[in-house]
């Protein structure tokens, strides 16, 4: 029993999770017997309160716990004491947060050994979002998403198999958008959105396991629509209240269906002791049909009355093709040499009937055409040594080559569509990676690993171009002691003519936990997250080109844990926690700083966000009878942005609950 | 034929003298009681339940090895297969002489894991698992991952995050553990065990399915390289999880004017010249580009 106590103490000391549910489990771990079966369950129920101060919105989006009666978590675990149960051998049931959390969860698995095993996951996460940097908090959203997995395994340890399967995720709500109209210099109207999109995925396949290969086959559909209405729930003078541009009505309807049936076909085969061998191929042919129904009342800039229509529809394609083989060799004892050669294809294809008719005049319906088609094959190979228990060194070469290759254009509805220019692109990537792990002592463990990458035309700015990442860890670890340190780089630049672009990001940090006695225990971790990019920036203004800006952003985020828990006369468990983010970016007291970079004050005020947001919590959980617990806890959300106060805020939380098994 | 009855009668007595080192679970219950009572609990026990498993792949002795010399020498880890003393390597070669041949395994030899000499009893504890499930060594799969990964711990602490610590969202809905196929995003090398919707699609769809598409009008960022391009999948300081705090900063990083990045790479501006910065109008991009993750109906994602 001490030692499980150890365990349990040592267990809930790694993460900072919510200060509700509790870890602590009523009832005997080892479970009751009954009958056949041994049976350990429990659950948590109680009350959740929160109340906030200050941006409630931007509360939800990052916490969102609200208040009333939950069934904060349940277990229950049925296990076959001889393994011959009768309609199955292990049931196993969780859930979590179920009546009325944000974030709720339930898993079920379900198995009769040899004959069956049923593996079932739902989740549900609310999703609130106002986004007041995004689109001016025009595009809030508050949705929710349930997802359900089921799989079902017959003769999961047999030389065959079979797989059924089906997911469903739907995402519902209300959400904000807006739309530009009604014309290129027309003005922004902020829309209301009823979103309603629906996943529906089926898989069917099967494996086989003859004369050392393994062969398996997986067939799936997945099926999806969308209809996420919009309008404009009252007149509106958009975003420039101060020209004559109004939207009075606006209409529009988008039903899209798609589907996307795919094929993975896998094959593996082990020889014994010299080599392994595995291959994969996957095939998936989406595509989407959508029908676009769009009509909009208003005035223009010059206040002349105005009615659009818009009407769209078509198809959109894309199949996805990807091929992998693997090779491993075990030439000597302690040596493993792996090869993956990988392909991928992927051509997107779609086309779109658009016609426009503008104060009842009908504009020459076109049909806007594009295509993009990305091909890319690699070859990794890894070479790994054991020369000794206490060394193991670890290099590779990775080479990847990939093929872009973008057509756009339209023509009239009926005309042959006029021969476009193919816009094609081709770059290589080269990388080399090496490693290796000390172990001087048993408790001590050294790791360095470095990565060192050229590609010759990266496609874009941020992209990998001439990489070095290197990541270096040393641990100690004696028993229930365990202190830790790391560091992490990780640099890229990208220049041409026109500009040039590098960022560099550092990260630093140490971490420990400790059990020097059953009744106690601490944790805490600290991690220095620092970031700059910098990259050149070309734009118009008045007509004019405007070179020599750059975009300059800077953070630096310290991030601290703390968790220390407590038994008090074997009856009191209490723990108590502190989460400590805090960007101080580049020090600086007002967002315009001192004018790196750029000359332009809306570039200097973006280019950096110090913000704090730290959460002290702590809990008590009390064994009234080893059967029944009482829990209850606190934990305080704090917000606070340096240079604005409109999105900060204050939340205090808690719960009281009681946990008891039956 | 004598030399081939030779043969037959060497291969059978040593086939017998290696079956006669198999002792049985039961002989390993007098010492390890502990273990063995709780041992029903244990996915592994389904080989002593059924009985028709040769000795060499039944019970204790499936994973330890026979248990005669140890039995002999009244114990002690220099006469059995003892976890604690093989190391990594050896582990890892015993654990897949059962599970090597799954799909989800298939790349474990080459994973960052393995290289990392992070191998199966690193997570998984075969006989003092706390999670009813997949013998996990802690209660929560992402206490596990967080004990070595604490740069990502520290980003699911953002404010804005995917609900990791919340518990409705694993490290297993992004990434394979055991190892990852090359990705088809990006150039292929860098996947980060980033695990595939569909088998060959970026793992963020597998929720997100609304950014999936196909779209008449990719983004084509979203695509080539990936939703990383302007998010950052673990958690960040910005809103939606955006590599900046605002939205126009994230499209300047590519749309910055240079006409020698990106698909267009003949000389042509990723930026309008209609777009001038300086005006408060156009450091909103979503605002009229709301359909920045593709379109069906827009090339300029406007509607």
């Given at each position: 029993?001490?030692?499980?106590?150890?365990?349990?103490v040592v267990?809930v000391?790694?993460?900072?999770?919510?200060v509700?549910p509790?870890?602590?489990?009523?009832g005997?771990?080892?479970?009751d017997?009954s009958?056949?079966y041994?049976?350990i369950?429990?659950?948590?129920l109680g009350y959740?309160f929160?109340t906030?101060g200050?941006?409630g919105g931007?509360y939800?989006?990052?916490v969102?716990?609200?208040d009333?009666i939950?069934?904060?978590?349940?277990s229950l675990?049925?296990?076959?004491?001889d393994?011959?149960g009768?309609l199955f051998d292990h049931?196993?049931?969780?859930?979590?947060g179920?009546?009325?959390?944000?974030?709720?969860?339930?898993?079920l698995?379900?198995?009769?050994?040899?004959?069956?095993?049923?593996d079932?996951?739902w989740r549900?996460?609310?999703?609130?979002?106002?986004?007041?940097t995004?689109s001016?908090?025009?595009?809030a959203?508050n949705?929710?998403r349930?997802?359900q997995d089921?799989?079902?395994?017959?003769?999961?340890?047999?030389?065959?198999k079979?797989?059924?399967?089906?997911?469903r995720?739907?995402e519902t709500?209300p959400?904000l958008t807006?739309i530009?109209?009604?014309?290129?210099?027309?003005?922004?109207?902020p829309?209301?959105e009823?979103v309603?999109?629906?996943?529906?995925?089926y898989?069917?396949?099967?494996?086989v396991?003859?004369?050392?290969?393994?062969l398996?086959v997986?067939?799936?559909?997945e099926?999806?629509r969308e209809?996420s209405?919009?309008?404009?729930?009252?007149?509106?003078q958009?975003?420039n209240p101060?020209?004559?541009?109004?939207l009075?009505?606006?209409?529009?309807?988008?039903?899209i269906?798609?589907?996307s049936?795919?094929w993975?076909?896998g094959?593996?085969?082990?020889?014994?002791k010299?080599?392994a061998?595995?291959g994969?191929?996957?095939y998936?042919?989406?595509?989407?049909a959508?029908?676009l129904d769009?009509?909009?009342?208003?005035?223009t800039l010059?206040?002349a009355?105005?009615?659009?229509?818009v009407v769209?529809f078509?198809?959109?394609?894309?199949?996805?093709l990807a091929?992998n083989?693997?090779?491993s060799?075990?030439?000597?004892?302690?040596v493993v040499?792996?090869?993956?050669?990988s392909f991928?294809?992927i051509?997107m294809?779609?086309?779109?009937y658009?016609?426009?008719?503008?104060?009842?005049f009908?504009?020459?319906p076109v049909?806007?055409f594009?295509?993009?088609g990305?091909?890319t094959f690699?070859?990794?190979?890894?070479?790994?040594?054991?020369?000794a228990?206490w060394f193991t060194?670890?290099?590779g070469?990775e080479?990847?080559d990939?093929?872009?290759?973008s057509v756009q254009?339209?023509s009239?509805l009926?005309d042959?569509a006029?021969a476009?220019p193919?816009i094609?692109?081709?770059?290589?990537l080269?990388?080399?990676?090496l490693?290796?792990?000390?172990?001087?002592?048993?408790?001590?463990?050294v790791s360095?690993d470095?990565?060192v990458?050229?590609e010759?035309?990266?496609?874009?700015p941020?992209?990998?171009?001439?990489?070095q990442?290197?990541?270096?860890r040393?641990?100690?670890?004696l028993?229930?002691f365990r202190v830790?340190a790391y560091?992490k780089?990780d640099?890229n630049?990208?220049s041409?003519?026109?500009?040039?672009?590098?960022?560099?990001?550092r990260q630093?940090g140490?971490?420990g936990?400790?059990v020097?006695?059953?009744?106690f225990?601490?944790d805490?971790?600290?991690t220095?997250?620092h970031?700059?990019?910098?990259?050149g920036i070309?734009?118009?203004?008045q007509?004019?080109?405007?070179?020599g800006?750059?975009s300059?952003?800077?953070?630096?985020i310290?991030?601290a844990?703390?968790g220390?828990r407590?038994r008090v006369?074997?009856r009191?468990?209490i723990?108590?926690?502190y989460?400590?983010?805090?960007?101080v970016?580049?020090?600086r007291?007002t967002?315009?700083g001192a004018?790196?970079?750029?000359?332009?004050?809306a570039?200097?005020a973006?280019?950096?966000?110090?913000?704090?947001y730290?959460?002290?919590?702590?809990?008590?959980?009390?064994?009234?009878?080893p059967?029944?617990?009482w829990?209850?806890?606190?934990?305080y959300?704090?917000y606070r942005e340096?240079?604005?106060s409109a999105?900060d805020y204050?939340?205090?939380?808690g719960?009281t609950?009681?946990?008891?098994?039956? | 034929?004598?030399?081939?009855r030779?043969v037959?009668?060497?291969l059978?007595?040593?086939?017998?003298?290696?079956a006669s080192?198999?002792?049985g679970?039961d002989?390993c219950?007098?010492c390890?009681?502990?273990?063995?009572?709780?041992?029903?609990r244990?996915?592994?026990?389904?080989?002593i339940a059924s009985?028709k498993?040769?000795?060499?792949?039944?019970?204790c002795?499936s994973?330890?090895?026979?248990g005669k010399?140890?039995?002999?020498a009244h114990?002690?880890?220099?006469?059995?297969?003892?976890?604690s003393?093989i190391g990594?390597?050896k582990?890892?070669?015993?654990?897949?002489?059962?599970h090597?041949?799954?799909l989800?395994?298939?790349?474990i030899r080459k994973s960052?894991?393995?290289?990392?000499?992070?191998?199966?009893t690193?997570?998984h504890?075969?006989?003092n698992?706390k999670?009813p499930?997949f013998?996990?060594?802690k209660?929560e799969?992402?206490?596990l991952?967080y004990?070595?990964h604490?740069?990502?711990?520290?980003?699911?602490?953002m404010?804005?995050k995917?609900?990791?610590?919340?518990?409705s969202?694993?490290?297993t809905d992004?990434?394979?553990?055991h190892?990852?196929?090359?990705?088809?995003?990006?150039m292929?090398?860098r996947?980060?065990?980033?695990?595939q919707?569909q088998g060959?699609e970026?793992?963020?769809?597998?929720?997100?399915a609304?950014?999936r598409g196909?779209f008449v009008?990719?983004?084509a960022?979203v695509?080539?390289?990936g939703?990383q391009?302007c998010?950052?999948?673990?958690?960040?300081?910005n809103?939606?999880m955006?590599?900046?705090?605002?939205i126009?900063?994230?499209?300047?990083?590519c749309?910055?004017g240079?006409g020698t990045?990106?698909i267009?790479?003949n000389?042509?501006f990723h930026l309008?010249p209609?777009?001038?910065?300086?005006?408060?109008?156009?450091?909103n991009?979503t605002?009229?580009h709301v359909?920045?993750h593709?379109s069906?109906?827009d090339?300029l994602?406007?509607?």
């Amino acid at each position: 029993m001490r030692t499980f106590l150890v365990i349990s103490v040592v267990s809930v000391a790694l993460a900072q999770p919510p200060v509700a549910p509790t870890s602590e489990q009523a009832g005997n771990p080892r479970g009751d017997n009954s009958g056949s079966y041994n049976i350990i369950q429990s659950f948590e129920l109680g009350y959740r309160f929160a109340t906030v101060g200050g941006d409630g919105g931007m509360y939800d989006s990052t916490v969102n716990y609200g208040d009333g009666i939950r069934l904060l978590s349940s277990s229950l675990t049925v296990q076959s004491r001889d393994g011959h149960g009768r309609l199955f051998d292990h049931l196993v049931i969780s859930t979590q947060g179920l009546g009325g959390d944000p974030y709720q969860s339930a898993i079920l698995r379900i198995e009769k050994n040899r004959l069956y095993r049923y593996d079932m996951m739902w989740r549900l996460n609310q999703y609130v979002d106002p986004a007041v940097t995004v689109s001016y908090g025009e595009h809030a959203m508050n949705t929710t998403r349930t997802m359900q997995d089921h799989d079902l395994t017959l003769f999961p340890e047999g030389r065959y198999k079979l797989f059924l399967g089906y997911s469903r995720n739907l995402e519902t709500g209300p959400a904000l958008t807006t739309i530009q109209l009604f014309n290129a210099q027309g003005d922004e109207f902020p829309l209301f959105e009823n979103v309603h999109r629906q996943v529906n995925e089926y898989r069917l396949g099967g494996e086989v396991h003859l004369l050392g290969v393994r062969l398996n086959v997986m067939h799936g559909w997945e099926d999806y629509r969308e209809n996420s209405p919009q309008s404009l729930t009252s007149p509106s003078q958009g975003n420039n209240p101060n020209d004559l541009n109004a939207l009075t009505s606006f209409q529009s309807t988008e039903p899209i269906h798609g589907t996307s049936p795919y094929w993975r076909v896998g094959i593996f085969s082990e020889g014994k002791k010299f080599w392994a061998v595995n291959g994969r191929f996957t095939y998936v042919a989406g595509k989407q049909a959508f029908a676009l129904d769009e009509l909009s009342a208003g005035t223009t800039l010059r206040g002349a009355a105005n009615q659009l229509q818009v009407v769209t529809f078509g198809n959109a394609d894309r199949p996805t093709l990807a091929a992998n083989l693997t090779i491993s060799l075990f030439p000597a004892t302690h040596v493993v040499l792996t090869n993956q050669t990988s392909f991928s294809n992927i051509r997107m294809i779609g086309d779109s009937y658009f016609t426009e008719f503008d104060n009842g005049f009908q504009s020459s319906p076109v049909l806007p055409f594009q295509y993009l088609g990305i091909q890319t094959f690699s070859n990794t190979t890894d070479l790994m040594f054991h020369p000794a228990k206490w060394f193991t060194i670890h290099g590779g070469f990775e080479y990847s080559d990939r093929h872009i290759n973008s057509v756009q254009g339209q023509s009239n509805l009926g005309d042959p569509a006029p021969a476009q220019p193919a816009i094609e692109q081709s770059n290589q990537l080269k990388a080399g990676t090496l490693g290796f792990r000390l172990k001087p002592l048993k408790a001590l463990t050294v790791s360095v690993d470095g990565e060192v990458g050229r590609e010759n035309k990266p496609i874009y700015p941020i992209s990998d171009g001439n990489y070095q990442a290197f990541r270096a860890r040393v641990e100690y670890k004696l028993k229930l002691f365990r202190v830790g340190a790391y560091a992490k780089s990780d640099y890229n630049v990208n220049s041409d003519v026109l500009t040039s672009y590098a960022s560099h990001a550092r990260q630093y940090g140490a971490d420990g936990s400790w059990v020097p006695v059953s009744w106690f225990s601490i944790d805490a971790s600290y991690t220095k997250l620092h970031l700059n990019t910098l990259g050149g920036i070309n734009y118009f203004s008045q007509g004019i080109d405007v070179s020599g800006e750059s975009s300059y952003y800077i953070s630096n985020i310290h991030s601290a844990t703390l968790g220390a828990r407590f038994r008090v006369l074997k009856r009191a468990d209490i723990y108590v926690g502190y989460s400590h983010v805090q960007d101080v970016g580049d020090g600086r007291a007002t967002p315009y700083g001192a004018g790196l970079y750029s000359a332009l004050p809306a570039f200097q005020a973006v280019q950096t966000f110090p913000l704090r947001y730290l959460s002290p919590q702590a809990r008590v959980s009390i064994r009234i009878t080893p059967k029944l617990r009482w829990n209850a806890g606190y934990q305080y959300y704090g917000y606070r942005e340096q240079f604005s106060s409109a999105q900060d805020y204050q939340a205090h939380t808690g719960f009281t609950s009681l946990g008891f098994s039956f | 034929m004598k030399f081939l009855r030779a043969v037959s009668a060497a291969l059978f007595l040593t086939a017998l003298s290696l079956a006669s080192d198999y002792v049985g679970s039961d002989a390993c219950k007098t010492c390890h009681a502990p273990v063995f009572n709780q041992f029903f609990r244990n996915p592994h026990y389904q080989s002593i339940a059924s009985a028709k498993e040769s000795p060499e792949n039944t019970g204790c002795e499936s994973c330890h090895g026979p248990g005669k010399a140890h039995i002999a020498a009244h114990g002690g880890k220099a006469t059995i297969v003892a976890f604690s003393e093989i190391g990594p390597e050896k582990t890892l070669d015993a654990c897949l002489r059962c599970h090597s041949q799954t799909l989800s395994r298939a790349n474990i030899r080459k994973s960052a894991h393995t290289q990392a000499d992070v191998v199966c009893t690193n997570c998984h504890s075969i006989h003092n698992s706390k999670a009813p499930r997949f013998l996990l060594a802690k209660q929560e799969q992402r206490d596990l991952c967080y004990s070595c990964h604490s740069t990502v711990k520290a980003q699911f602490s953002m404010p804005f995050k995917h609900r990791v610590n919340e518990g409705s969202v694993q490290c297993t809905d992004c990434h394979n553990p055991h190892g990852a196929f090359a990705a088809t995003w990006g150039m292929a090398v860098r996947s980060h065990m980033v695990d595939q919707k569909q088998g060959n699609e970026e793992a963020c769809l597998k929720c997100h399915a609304d950014k999936r598409g196909p779209f008449v009008y990719e983004h084509a960022s979203v695509r080539i390289d990936g939703c990383q391009t302007c998010h950052m999948p673990h958690g960040s300081t910005n809103p939606r999880m955006l590599t900046r705090p605002t939205i126009f900063t994230v499209c300047l990083e590519c749309h910055n004017g240079a006409g020698t990045f990106g698909i267009m790479n003949n000389g042509v501006f990723h930026l309008s010249p209609t777009h001038n910065l300086a005006d408060p109008r156009y450091q909103n991009c979503t605002t009229c580009h709301v359909r920045i993750h593709g379109s069906n109906a827009d090339a300029l994602f406007m509607r």
